[in-house]
């Protein structure tokens, strides 16, 4: 499989993302580059210096992502949900490839869903019936009070759930002191884990 990660100037995390993949799966193809990147760009030296002390040896130019990279790439993972917008929005035929990398090997988001899903089927349901119920004796103001105290207890058990999903962002540390990379290096590396074992 042909991996692409994605961030915005392919400087930081992509490549972050890139070197830690070949070093923990050798022989994996993978390559990096950014929304807004400009060419043959030095990665940050706070990256080269982190894989250094784990061993890895970063000698990266950063590329902007284009249709021959797209092209190449079987899967496209991004950094943040903005990057995949504007993925979407800027080579839309290719959007099947793309998935946020948190996305893409994160199960836990899908059960939730599945549950706001039927959550949302139901309060609608629940909703018209009311309306339906209560829209000949009640005026406008009367029905619209009635109605939120009627649907609160389901209106917060959904803003419970919506506030349970993940964020899929990678933070990006640029401009970030050394502390800052490292965590987005261990945070990336986690989800590089969990990648590995997916593919």
Same mark, same amino acid.
């Given at each position: ?23 923990? =799966? ?9 929304? &807004?990147?400009?060419? %043959? +760009?030095?990665?940050? #030296?706070? *990256? ?70 039927? =959550? ?9 019936? &009311?309306?339906?119920? %209560? +829209?000949?004796?009640? #005026?406008? *103001? ?58």
């Amino acid at each position: 499989m042909k991996i692409l990660f994605v961030c915005t100037g392919n400087t930081c995390r992509s490549p972050m993302a890139e070197a830690l993949l070949k070093s923990k =799966l050798p022989g994996a193809e993978v390559k990096s580059a950014g929304i &807004f990147a400009a060419k %043959n +760009q030095r990665a940050a #030296n706070h *990256v080269v210096t982190l894989l250094d002390q784990k061993g890895i040896v970063l000698n990266h130019q950063s590329n902007p992502v284009d249709e021959k990279l797209l092209n190449w790439a079987d899967l496209v993972l991004l950094m943040t949900t903005g990057h995949k917008q504007s993925l979407i929005m800027e080579f839309p035929n290719f959007q099947e490839k793309y998935y946020t990398l948190k996305e893409y090997v994160s199960d836990s988001d899908r059960k939730v869903w599945d549950e706001l899903k039927s =959550l949302y089927a139901d309060y609608e349901m629940k909703k018209s019936q &009311f309306i339906q119920e %209560n +829209q000949h004796q009640l #005026n406008n *103001v009367q029905l619209e009070k009635k109605l939120r105290e009627y649907l609160q207890p389901d209106i917060q058990k959904i803003s419970q759930l919506e506030s349970s999903l993940i964020n899929y962002d990678i933070s990006d540390p640029f401009g970030g002191d050394m502390a800052t990379y490292k965590k987005t290096l261990d945070e990336l590396e986690n989800y590089i884990e969990q990648l590995i074992k997916k593919i």
